[in-house]
């Protein structure tokens, strides 16, 4: 039985140069996993199931649907191959209903049980938090062509803007479960965030792109495809350029980003391809850290930062610059016999610099009269009520490799790997003086002007072993197990109330799982999945005068869940029950910050997505999902939605006004359920303050028109114009909680209020 894909993709391969490769591998994919979804060479998909084993396609691991069918269409589809609940966001709904400066995690929000924070607007600002069935954006994974992409090393938490633009992604996968024993990262348990580049095209070409609108947005980009070059055995790569200069929705805040980013894909022989790939990123801009309830009353629900240079929440003090990169090299064979081979190497970085108000939109007086004493070198000064402040720096390099070995046998695959990383973190912040520029300055005269300063290391070994068997046709059943070790290491110079030295801690759990997929028909899959789960506490557990015997956060994810899919038809829906021990929680008290085990939580659902093709170029899309995350008193998790909901319609036709043209348009709507803010209870168990967040809706809307033009110069052409408007009936309601001032008054995010975007581009 020939694999599906098999004839087209040794076609291809034969125009790019390594048929042989393809030929060799999909006769090694036929019979065991006929029914699992075509995946990149050297692109592993999340669930980590195999080698590439086709042409690669902006799908990412999956097979892309037939073009004009209801799952093509939809702004989110769940694939049959899947064995967790998944969504896939695909290419044509980020060129047609989003714009270029969007962040990643912005792309993803019509999807089942995902809340993502965004108050600045839909532009490139840092993360605000993201939640995936209340599961916190530091308790799931992100990953980028499947390599964990690291955050802020203290938690695990990636910032979405200062890394990939969503015009060189060809698709985003949301696995709202811990996949199986290969699914590599810290925090499998909560899900995988995953980011698949783009492919590059097999003929040249060029795409110069643009986008304005509100808060004084420019977008400029230009994007140049080789197309596969005859010369180099049908490499092909494609290097992408762009400058964004934008305000934003809350006051005082701009940012300004330039992006490069390259890909380049070169054949060896007919059975290794190697893949390059290199971004690099520079932003600036002016950061908020939330209003209260005052504020946003006095001030309006915009506010952010303010223009007085008197005050701590002055725009020009509150500033952040992040210089990223991010590089891989993968080579992946296939050495015949049923083996494959692929390995990875990589590096990325994150430097942060900037300054910030001692208590921004807080209470905190300035430096005299009536405020904070200050001594530069030991010696009083007498400043006149100026500004104090901090000045931060916060840097890493990450190095690691992934390696990924599979043998087919006539009883299925097995797979067996590592993934290895090593990441060198430097902080520290100094208190200043804002007013006079960046003067040091110390709280007593024996006092040092560092507030912070330390260095720590993450190491991360995480090898793991699996067999996906297939006992019979259209059933694959895989077990397996991966070893997790994960080593802290801080040294202190200063830190609070820490004392100067060396502290670590290692963490290490085995960690099991089993999945089943059974093909019902070819149009109808099943799935169940049980997992265990796990992640390190954060390095803050360490920053304290005595370190606290944290243990790591442990879940038991099991999952349920089908999908069907026809042409003018795609259902899926599962059901999730998860325990969860050890969850880590803290207090700040005089003496400093406590942390302890909160206990148990248990997390438990339903989740639904559908879109039917209704006729006529529309198609009506839907989700729905019932989320309960509460601690074993009963207390609610925090930024944890109890439901959410996506709907709308999307309109797609060609030929309308012209032979190749396209018309586009959607119209969308997310609602966000009720849900908390902070944690429950104390160490003794005494509830906390709750601030309850009401359920909120955005409604947004877009709309394309592409197609063909000749030119007199440049030839063929084709040329897009679109309009997006975002939250059309200008919704200001409170979103999130923010954290609190020094004085602990809460602070608030509200929902960006009414925005419109005009975007172009032309391809040669």
Aim: hydrophobic share 35%; with cysteine.
């Amino acid at each position: 039985m020939e694999r599906p894909h098999c004839r087209q993709i040794e076609d291809a391969r034969t125009r790019l140069g390594y048929a042989a490769l393809s030929a060799a591998i999909c006769a090694a994919a036929t019979g065991a996993h006929a029914q699992q979804a075509p995946t990149d060479l050297g692109v592993v998909d999340a669930r980590a199931q195999t080698v590439q084993t086709t042409l690669p396609t902006d799908d990412g691991p999956f097979a892309a649907p037939p073009p004009g069918s209801a799952a093509a269409l939809a702004p989110s589809r769940a694939p049959l191959e899947a064995a967790q609940p998944t969504s896939v966001v695909g290419r044509s709904f980020i060129d047609n209903s989003t714009i270029p400066s969007q962040n990643y995690d912005e792309l993803v929000k019509f999807t089942p049980s995902l809340s993502n924070i965004q108050p600045a607007g839909p532009v490139s600002q840092q993360n605000y938090g993201e939640s995936i069935r209340g599961f916190q954006y530091n308790q799931f994974n992100t990953t980028f062509d499947n390599l964990v992409l690291p955050g802020t090393v203290s938690t695990f938490a990636p910032q979405s803007a200062v890394y990939f633009t969503s015009h060189d992604l060809g698709s985003v996968t949301v696995d709202r479960g811990p996949g199986t024993a290969s699914t590599i990262g810290y925090a499998t348990f909560g899900g995988t965030l995953a980011l698949y580049s783009k492919q590059p095209a097999d003929v040249f070409g060029a795409e110069a792109y643009s986008t304005f609108g509100s808060f004084g947005e420019q977008l400029y980009g230009l994007e140049v495809d080789s197309g596969a070059q005859p010369a180099l055995g049908g490499g092909r790569g494609f290097i992408d350029l762009s400058r964004l200069q934008t305000g934003a929705y809350l006051t005082g805040v701009t940012t300004n980003r330039s992006n490069a980013f390259g890909k380049w894909e070169q054949p060896l022989g007919d059975n290794t391809l190697l893949t390059f790939v290199g971004m690099y990123n520079n932003s600036t801009g002016d950061t908020a850290y939330g209003s209260t309830l005052a504020q946003l009353a006095k001030y309006g629900p915009d506010y952010g930062l303010n223009n007085d240079p008197h005050s701590q929440d002055y725009s020009g003090y509150n500033f952040d610059r992040y210089d990223t990169d991010f590089e891989y090299v993968r080579i992946a064979s296939a050495l015949g016999g049923g083996w494959n081979v692929e390995e990875t190497v990589y590096t990325d970085s994150y430097f942060r610099s900037g300054t910030q108000g001692a208590d921004p939109n807080g209470t905190t007086p300035n430096i005299e009269p009536g405020g904070t004493k200050a001594y530069v070198n030991g010696v009083r000064i007498n400043p006149s009520d100026d500004v104090p402040g901090l000045s931060k720096h916060n840097d890493f390099r990450d190095w690691g490799s992934v390696t990924r070995v599979t043998k087919d046998t006539e009883f299925g695959q097995l797979r067996v790997g590592a993934w290895f990383d090593y990441i060198s973190n430097g902080v520290y912040r100094t208190r200043i003086d804002l007013s006079a520029g960046d003067v040091g300055y110390a709280t007593k005269s024996t006092g040092s002007p560092f507030n912070q300063q330390y260095h720590n290391r993450l190491v991360t070994a995480q090898p793991f072993i699996e067999f996906a068997w297939t006992p019979l046709p259209g059933l694959t059943i895989t077990p397996g197990v991966k070893y997790s070790s994960v080593t802290r290491e801080l040294d202190t110079s200063i830190l609070g109330s820490t004392p100067a030295g060396e502290t670590n801690a290692t963490y290490n759990k085995a960690q099991w799982s089993v999945d089943a997929h059974y093909a019902i028909t070819k149009h109808w899959t099943a799935y169940f999945q049980a997992a265990k789960g796990f992640l390190a506490p954060p390095l803050s557990t360490l920053e304290t005068a005595v370190p606290a015997a944290i243990q790591p956060e442990e879940t038991t994810n099991y999952q349920l869940g089908t999908a069907y899919q026809r042409d003018r038809l795609a259902l899926s829906g599962d059901v999730y029950y998860i325990p969860f021990d050890n969850y880590i929680a803290s207090l700040t008290e005089p003496a400093g910050t406590l942390y302890f085990d909160e206990g148990s939580a248990l997390y438990r659902g339903v989740e639904a997505e559908g879109t039917y093709t209704i006729g006529g170029g529309v198609s009506f899309y839907g989700n729905g999902s019932f989320n309960d995350a509460r601690f074993s008193n009963g207390v609610h998790i925090y930024q944890a939605p109890q439901n959410t909901a996506s709907g709308g319609f999307i309109f797609s036709r060609h030929g309308v006004f012209r032979d190749h043209d396209t018309v586009y348009g959607s119209l969308l709507v997310k609602e966000i359920g009720k849900q908390y803010g902070l944690n429950g209870q104390t160490a003794a168990g005494r509830p906390t303050v709750s601030y309850a967040i009401q359920p909120y809706q955005t409604l947004d809307f877009a709309v394309g028109y592409t197609f063909p033009f000749t030119g007199p110069i440049l030839g063929q052409h084709k040329i897009r114009l679109g309009l997006n408007l975002y939250n059309l009936t200008n919704d200001h309601s409170l979103i999130a909680y923010a954290g609190a001032t020094a004085s602990g008054t809460p602070l608030f995010w509200t929902d960006p209020g009414l925005s419109g975007f005009v975007s172009l581009s032309v391809s040669l």
